[in-house]
């Protein structure tokens, strides 16, 4: 071989190396949802409804592959529960709410575990996997009721704030505390930790306060957005890296670090549920009042407006995207009886899951095999089987 043909040979294989690592790195959107895919879906539901099961099971079985989402899972374990004949069973647990004053229950993303916020000051701590095992308690004495809990992405931390305005970092492991910090002595009824635990941001005297978490003691860094009388929304990017708060129309995104203002784009008045998708690209925007009933999805990088569903009969208490991305789920107040399943680019609708009036925004696990909410007499649930 000679010297020329050596180069020739040698830039070939690098533009090929080249050419197939950025094959590899680049992210391919989803394929967009079709109506097809969207009506053997609901016919499918329905199918189960009535005991058709191997109707169901024929519908769910011709869907495209790549379309399929939390909502088709669920359907073929229904289809796999069923009986010999009637209806398929609708795989919905229950964990029943303490016998006190309760608000609602969370979620933890990372451990099969659910806590109870509940107004005599006392987180009660169930876990799904052992359902007759003894509640653990977390109680923190000087603190008055609790208004709102979060849990971290890795589910080893725990926050909870206070009628008092303290907010009590909890080990969820041991449920030990960790430390505490007062942020005046306005219920804190808005906070989200880090995915890593390492910060915190929660509603203060009069702004929403971004605390770190890494050193021995609590560490202010900056004030994220003003604190109003309705309420704010919260959320964490996945990474960590930014934290976004809501109020007045807009939905601001602040470096987690340095609490700087990097981004801001607008949705509709009471801005109060935000969430990030898992790869922190997308967020889910829902205000909260008797104006806009609206459910928004976002680019975080230049703001655009992916959907806005609704208007709703009435407001949405919050959206969760589904571990995969592909689907926003969001609960409603009474005249939308419904846990709902968006599809996360178009906002077309994919599942409706019947249910009573819901008191928090729903929850997923990390895995993507646990859906999650509140009613009045306790957290429910669905578990799929891990894959």
């Known amino acids: 071989m000679n010297l020329r043909t050596l180069r020739l040979s040698i830039t070939v294989c690098f533009l090929f190396v080249v050419a197939g690592s950025g094959a590899t790195n680049a992210q391919s959107s989803p394929p967009a949802i079709t109506k097809e895919y969207v009506t053997a879906i609901a016919e499918a539901q329905a199918d189960l409804d009535t005991g058709r099961i191997s109707e169901a099971r024929q519908k769910l079985e011709t869907t495209e592959e790549s379309l399929r989402g939390f909502e088709y899972e669920y359907l073929v374990a229904r289809a796999a529960a069923a009986p010999e004949s009637g209806a398929a069973p609708d795989l919905i647990q229950t964990v029943s709410v303490p016998k006190i004053d309760t608000r609602y229950g969370v979620l933890n993303p990372a451990e099969r575990q659910v806590a109870f916020i509940c107004r005599d000051g006392v987180l009660r701590i169930h876990d799904l996997g052992n359902r007759d095992a003894a509640e653990k308690t977390a109680s923190h004495e000087t603190g008055g009721a609790i208004w709102a809990g979060a849990f971290s992405l890795d589910g080893r931390t725990f926050i909870a704030g206070y009628q008092n305005g303290d907010v009590v970092v909890w080990d969820a492991k041991t449920w030990e505390r960790r430390s505490s910090v007062s942020l005046g002595t306005k219920p804190v009824r808005e906070l989200v930790v880090s995915p890593d635990g390492s910060a915190f941001v929660a509603e203060g005297e009069s702004a929403m306060e971004l605390w770190s978490l890494s050193d021995a003691e609590p560490k202010k860094v900056a ?165």
């Open 223 to 387: 004030d994220v957005g003003e604190r109003y009388n309705f309420g704010e929304g919260l959320a964490f990017s996945p990474r960590g890296d930014v934290v976004a708060t809501g109020g007045m129309f807009d939905i601001l995104i602040f470096d987690a670090k340095t609490g700087k203002e990097t981004a801001s784009f607008r949705h509709a008045s009471y801005t109060m549920g935000l969430a990030f998708s898992p790869d922190g690209s997308k967020i889910a925007s829902s205000p909260r009042g008797n104006v806009n009933k609206f459910l928004a999805v976002f680019d975080v990088a230049d703001g655009k407006q992916h959907f806005n569903a609704g208007p709703f009969p009435c407001y949405v208490h919050g959206g969760i995207f589904t571990a995969d991305g592909k689907r926003v789920i969001s609960a409603a107040c009474q005249k939308v009886p419904f846990i709902q399943l968006f599809d996360s680019t178009t906002g077309e609708l994919v599942l409706n899951l019947p249910r009573s009036a819901t008191g928090s925004a729903p929850a997923v696990s990390s895995d993507g095999r646990i859906l999650g909410w509140s009613e009045s007499d306790g957290f429910h649930f669905i578990e799929l089987a891990t894959k």
